[in-house]
Structure formats: C-alpha cells, structure tokens
RNA sequence: GCUGCUAUGGCUCAGUCGGUAGAGCACGUCCUUGGUAAGGACGAGGUCACCAGUUCAAGUCUGGUUAGCAGCUCCA
C-alpha cells in the first residue's frame, strides 16, 4: 500500500535524523524512540545541547549528506545477550531490550556504518531510495521518556516528511492556514476575549462580542432544554468539604480544586469550589421523596465550574479554570436508561449540527481500566461490566460508530464522549453523556416502585452544548471569526456616505435595534471604502451603505461578508431576511 | 507540573557596543462632504510585564516571579 511505503520511508528518515544528530552532537548522545507519524517522524534524544531552530539547517544540511552517500540499510538478527552488549552505553535501548517479551526476534539495522538502532522494521533497503523525499524540520520540544511524566525529559525533533515535495509544501501551507483560524489569535484580534496578568492562567475576560456568542447559545440552549422537559435548578457554587466526601470527588479529585481553607484540618469547615454540579443537584431530588411516577427527572442547569489545572495545561478557551457547561442530571429508572440517553445524544447532535460542528465530531466510548490501577475507580469489576454492556447495547441499537477510549471513564461510569479537533489537530472532549450507576447509592436517592419498594435509580450526567467557552473557541475557528448571521455578535454595520445621511442612518439603526437586530453604526468621517474595509475586517455578516440615494428612496444598499455585490433592497425586506436566518439558524 | 521559546503603546514590530524610547496601523481633534478593500493635517498614548541584582548608568546583562506560545504529561 501507498501508505505503508510513506511510512516506512519516515521511519527510515528517522534513523537518518538520529545519525544527523550522532554526526553532530557525538557519541555521549543517548537515543530514545524514533517512529513514524501522520505528517512524517520524530526522534527522541537525552543530550547535553539544547537544541534551537537555529540548529535546524546544519541537521538538515547533515540528513541530505548521509542521504547522498547511498547507504544501505541492513538488517541484522541478535540474541538478548548480544544486544545488551551492543547497547551498554544506550541505557534507553536497554530498558527497551528487557522489556522485549521472552522468544521475542530482536534486531537492529545499520545505516551503513552511520548509525545502528533497535528496530524491528521494515525499512528502505537503501538511502538513494529516498532521494525524492521531502522533508522539513518542524520543531523541538520535550517528550517524556515513554510519555511518563516520572521519567527524564528528552527533546523530540518533529520533522514534517512525505514522499513528494509538493505534498510536503502542502502540508505547510495547511499548517500556516490554521494558524490563521487559531482561536487563542483570532478570538483577540476580533475582541472576543483577553487575559490579564494578575487574574491569572486559565481565567479568560469574555469581552463584549464573546459574551453576546455565548448568551446566544446559552438562551437558546436552555429554551430547547425546557422543550425537552428539562427542569431548571440553582445550585450554589461552593460547598463545605463533606458534600466532596460523599461524591467521592474529596478521595479522587482534591488536588484538581479550588479548595478555601485548610484541607487536612477537620476541626474547622472547609469550602472548595465546585468543579462539577453533580453532589449539589442531587440535592433537588433529596429534596423530598419519589415516586417512580416522577421519573424521569431531567435537572439542569447552566452551571459554572472551577477545576484547578495544572499550570501548562491551559489553553486559550478550550482548556480554562473557570467555566460554564449546561450539565444535566437525569434521574431514570433502569426501564428508561436507553430511550433517555438516545434523547440526550439526539439533543446533543441537535445542538452540534445546529452550530456546525457535528461533521467534524467523533465519537468516544471512555472505559474504565480493568486493571483499577491507584483505585482510580468506583465501584465493583460486576458494576462496571454491566453499565458498560448498556452502554455498549445502547450505543449499538443506536448506531453509534465510536472509537473505545481505555481508562478514560469517570470514576463513577462509562462515558460517550463527543469530540473535537482544534486547529493544530489536538483533540478535546466538546459534549459527554455519561451511565452512572454508583452515585445514588452513596447519596442515598432512592424512589418508590409500583410494588411499593424502594429502589436505587440510574443517573445519566449528561452535557448538551458542553463548555461554552469551548465550543466558543471551536466556532471561532470553524468559521475563521466569521460567525453566520444568527450567531454573529454584530449583525449589521451601518456606513454613510458622509454626514448628510446621519440621520437617515439612525433612523435606520433604529429600526433594526428595535427588530431585535445586532447593529451598529460606523459615524466617522471616512471615506466609505475606508469604513467597508474595517466592516471586512471585522467579518460583520452585512454591511449597509447609506447615501442619498438610499435615503431619497428609502432603502438600504446591501453588501453581504465575502460578496463584492451590491443589493439594494427597502429596510423591511433586509428585516425580513435577517430575522429568517435567525430563526432557521442557517449557516450562511 | 515538565522541556524549550517569548514579553517594548490597543495591534504588528524597530531600538547598534549598556548612555532613561521610535514607526506603521488603531484611537482623538480638525480639514475634506464623499459611492464600494486605506483622503489629508495635527494630537494624545509607554515605570520597556513585575521584583531584585551587577553597574556611574539597564529596554539592553544576571537571578527570580508572573503571563503568553509550542510540545509532553494530565483533563470529573
């Protein structure tokens, strides 16, 4: 296959970094892992240097002279013993070698008398093989040895590679593109948030036009909320620490909160804040006793959470200390576990598809890790294998395609995670719905069955839009800032010809406003491309010019984001067509 | 948290060998009274992220802190 070739010539050009760099750097340099990837291959080093991108073109220039020397790749097959002995000095590739399964084939291959590695294989048979293959070095940075956080620290080298220059160019091109829809950029050039110094990493300033996006979404998705049945509550967003201790969130997830007060002294309260809404709506249900009539009970709220991430973690608005998700709690007898999680699955596809960002989502069934390492879980091996073969029908019958996530559940449950690639390819989860059948027990929730016992209920914890912020910052990059017109924070902009038609201008503002349209009005005294040009530069979905001959016939002249034509049309026309895009919230 | 990089007006960036700051855009005022992607003049705006240190002298050198970026790790 084609793409099995590309992927063995990257390996290959790995064994050609790592003997740039054992050319360069010396002996003393000791050699970690070098495999292939999606754009081209990395290698990982533990050296003294510190690499820079100023040492970019002297490793670049050194791969193009050993590929110049043909040299062959020859494989060669050695005993345990033999390979420990050839690797003494390479402590990685010992630990490599015992960690190798017992009758295992270990071999090595030399490039030429360049460079000799641990490898299994296949590779080109020779260098002059790839005199085609283009290749640019990406970046440096760190890399834990084996992706352990307790092991050194080495430096990968990223190096884009592919089998034909132009796709190499390509592959550039893309990634410059993207940094053009980065939402950490764009999202403060365009004014929709900042950050400031003193309040700290991971708590973003939503400015004016980010504020209007998420009122929009958060309206409209509490409207859909309570069509669907959803029952609004308020809860507080700090407790003392014993509601934490009951959750079980105290055992698993104290160094992830806010916590005020000194934690390990139990003869005064301690409050945190609250970095999930679950302990605190299960309060509204053991409010009073239940019936099995009442269930389902679907509690929401649109709730703002405080997780303390560690410093490196944050990032722009999609990795925050501070945010507000519209997390529900259904309370379900086990009869209607399927049909209410289709419901919410269907109502989270509503909302994704709505904004678009569905066509980019994938699906992720997050288990939990049979192996419990650190009592990472709640709950019995039993427990966990039953709510994960509902999960597994549900999804099934419903035609989920998913990819399994291993020790990626709650600790209290499986998982359905909806996710989401940013520009620069990392992925998030952007909505979750999740099975729990643990929690009611520890809180003691309980209904009363038609046979007069009481019984536990199953719990679905569910997000339907997920993370505002979040999804704020993905539809800033899926539309490059240029929000269709329902979503967009202005609408409008208004621009006259000269002062003259200020008044008809306002008149014309004033309509719109009072239409419900997000307008403003552009009144400097500026020549009218000039004012266009801002309008462009701000993506506002329409822009009006106003001149005389507008005002003498009463209309407006239209001119649509991205379009060079012109449409003159009366100002209740122009009503109409926004307020339709509004209420079928197209993409336009 | 880890590795590396970065920090000069709102934004993009100059600032030489250490001698207390500059441009363009944006902003304001005025002129221009205009027709589809930059009309003109003038003006205001900076404790050079913060705190120490070295020095006669620090935007510039050193250390620390904070924040931003990339990746790793983590992510209820």
Redesign the pocket.
């Known amino acids: 296959m084609e793409n099995e070739k590309v992927m063995m010539q990257r390996h290959t050009m790995s064994h050609v970094l790592a003997a740039a760099i054992k050319a360069l750097y010396g002996d003393d340099v000791l050699f970690g892992i070098g495999p292939a990837i999606d754009n081209g291959f990395y290698y990982d080093f533990d050296m003294e240097k510190?690499l820079?991108p100023d040492d970019f073109p002297a490793i670049e220039e050194k791969m193009k002279e050993i590929l110049s020397e043909n040299l062959d790749m020859v494989r060669k097959e050695l005993s345990k013993e033999e390979a420990l002995e050839m690797f003494k000095d390479q402590k990685y590739k010992v630990e490599l070698i015992n960690d190798l399964p017992a009758g295992e084939t270990i071999s090595v291959y030399y490039l030429g008398d360049r460079f000799c590695d641990l490898c299994r294989g296949p590779h080109i048979e020779n260098t002059k093989f790839l005199r085609g293959f283009a290749y640019k070095i990406n970046?440096?940075?760190?890399?834990?040895w084996r992706?352990?956080?307790k092991n050194k620290?080495m430096?990968?080298i990223y190096v884009y590679g592919f089998a034909d220059k132009n796709e190499l160019k390509e592959c550039i091109r893309l990634a410059e593109e993207a940094k053009l829809r980065?939402h950490?950029k764009l999202g403060r050039?365009l004014g929709y948030f900042t950050?400031v110094?003193?309040i700290?990493?991971?708590l973003p300033i939503l400015l004016p036009k980010g504020s209007r996006v998420i009122q929009l979404l958060q309206r409209w998705v509490e409207d859909v909320e309570f069509k669907k049945g959803c029952i609004l509550t308020k809860t507080p967003l700090l407790a003392k620490r014993e509601l934490y201790k009951i959750s079980g969130?105290w055992d698993h997830?104290l160094?992830?909160?806010f916590v005020l007060g000194d934690p390990d002294d139990e003869t005064k309260e301690c409050f945190a804040l609250r970095?999930?809404t679950c302990p605190f709506q299960y309060q509204v249900y053991l409010n009073k006793p239940h019936s099995y009539r009442e269930l389902p009970m679907r509690l929401t709220e649109t709730s703002t959470l405080f997780?303390?991430?560690?410093?490196?973690?944050?990032?722009?608005l999609i990795?925050v200390r501070q945010f507000t998700i519209s997390e529900g709690h259904y309370i379900l007898r086990p009869d209607q576990l399927e049909a209410e999680f289709k419901g919410c699955l269907e109502l989270a596809k509503y909302f994704l598809g709505t904004v678009g960002l569905l066509d980019k989502c994938t699906f992720r069934f997050s288990q939990w890790d049979p192996e419990n390492k650190n009592n990472k879980y709640e709950g019995t091996k039993e427990q966990w294998e039953v709510a994960q073969a509902t999960m597994k029908k549900i999804l099934d019958d419903l035609n989920v395609t998913y990819d399994i996530g291993i020790d990626?559940a709650?600790?209290y449950g499986p998982k359905l995670d909806i996710q989401y690639k940013n520009v620069?390819g990392?992925e998030?989860t952007l909505v979750?719905i999740q099975i729990d059948m643990l929690l009611a027990e520890r809180y003691g929730m309980y209904y009363v069955d038609s046979d007069g016992e009481k019984k536990l209920p199953y719990i679905l914890h569910r997000t339907s839009l997920g993370c505002y912020e979040r999804t704020l910052a993905y539809l800033i990059e899926e539309y490059a800032g240029a929000f269709p017109t329902w979503l967009a924070p202005t609408q409008v902009k208004i621009l006259s010809?000269?002062?003259?038609f200020e008044g008809y201008a306002k008149e014309v503002e004033q309509k719109l406003f009072e239409a419900g349209i997000r307008v403003e009005n552009d009144e400097?005294?500026?020549?009218?491309?000039?004012k266009?040009?801002?309008a462009?530069?701000e993506k506002v979905p329409y822009a009006l010019?106003i001149?005389?001959?507008?005002e003498s016939s009463g209309t407006v002249?239209v001119?649509n984001r991205g379009s060079?034509d012109?449409r003159v049309m009366t100002v209740d026309d122009l009503i109409k067509e926004i307020l339709d895009k509004v209420a079928t919230k197209v993409r336009d």
Do not use: C, W
Request: proline share 1%; no cysteine; net charge negative.
């Open positions: 510190v820079t970046r440096v940075s760190g890399a834990y992706g352990n956080e620290m430096q990968r980065d950490n050039d950050t110094d003193y700290g990493q991971g969130h997830y160094d992830g909160m970095p999930m997780r303390n991430e560690d410093s490196g973690e944050m990032h722009g990795r990626e709650a600790f620069y990392k998030d979750t010809i000269s002062e003259k400097r005294n500026e020549k009218i491309g000039y266009l040009r801002q462009i530069t010019i001149g005389e001959q507008e002249s001119r060079k012109t």
